[in-house]
T-cell receptor, first 112, second 116 residues
Framework: GENVEQHPSTLSVQEGDSAVIKCTYS??????FPWYKQELGKRPQLIID?????GEKKDQRIAVTLNKTAKHFSLHITETQPEDSAVYFC???????????FGTGTRLTIIP | GAVVSQHPSRVICKSGTSVKIECRSL??????MFWYRQFPKKSLMLMAT?????????EQGVEKDKFLINHASLTLSTLTVTSAHPEDSSFYIC????????????FGAGTRLSVL
């Protein structure tokens, strides 16, 4: 089955600086890669996703890149703000209504 | 985005009793729902995948007789923890997806189960 690894497990960034979180996956048939943000005690919220037919996607301060050959994808947050502090999870699936396999999560702390 | 409602948000029960958790899609037809378990400061562990009108598909190591899943309609799935024990205490979260949602899973707010 799919295995998703995520690094780093914790990340502290000065407000205004950029944050990068990286994930690798093992199943070459995976073609859908979402990123979720989860605040303490709350539900995971989708912040951005990418499909295997594109290499990069951007939404304001958030961007995701995908390297299918190397089987890795990354989340980039620029101009970080205190409200970006949360746990971020990457995930991978084969698309359709297939299950998601989640990474282990990254606790991001933005230092004011 | 689509809305998924999960109830109850918190439940405390005695050991040996059963607890039912509901997951509803409020504004879309959820052809597939997923049930996850999340331990403190850990990732989401998929327990089972539930397709409307079909038996749930359980992940390896998840006891299907202990965690009963029903997905009888396109807007409702239930998870029943039978004969709960303290080790079943956890945060349970459901998610749902459906046609036209582009593979996106929308999550419920979760249920914190505490078994005394």
């Amino acid at each position: 089955g799919e295995n998703v690894e995520q690094h780093p497990s914790t990340l502290s960034v000065q407000e205004g600086d950029s944050a990068v979180i990286k994930c690798t996956y093992s199943d070459s048939a995976s073609n859908y890669f979402p990123w979720y943000k989860q605040e303490l005690g709350k539900r995971p919220q989708l912040i951005i996703d990418i499909r295997s037919n594109v290499g990069e996607k951007k939404d304001q301060r958030i961007a995701v890149t995908l390297n299918k050959t190397a089987k890795h994808f990354s989340l980039h947050i620029t101009e970080t703000q205190p409200e970006d502090s949360a746990v971020y999870f990457c995930a991978a699936s084969r698309g359709g209504n297939e299950k998601l396999t989640f990474g282990t999560g990254t606790r991001l702390t933005i230092i004011p | 985005g689509a809305v998924v409602s999960q109830h109850p948000s918190r439940v405390i029960c005695k050991s040996g009793t059963s607890v039912k958790i509901e997951c509803r899609s409020l504004d879309f037809q959820a052809t597939t729902m997923f049930w996850y378990r999340q331990f403190p400061k850990k990732s989401l562990m998929l327990m089972a995948t539930s397709n409307e009108g079909s038996k749930a598909t359980y992940e390896q190591g998840v006891e299907k007789d202990k965690f009963l899943i029903n997905h009888a309609s396109l807007t409702l799935s239930t998870l029943t923890v039978t004969s709960a024990h303290p080790e079943d205490s956890s945060f349970y979260i459901c998610s749902a997806t459906g046609s036209g949602l582009g593979n996106i899973q929308y999550f419920g707010a979760g249920t914190r189960l505490s078994v005394l």
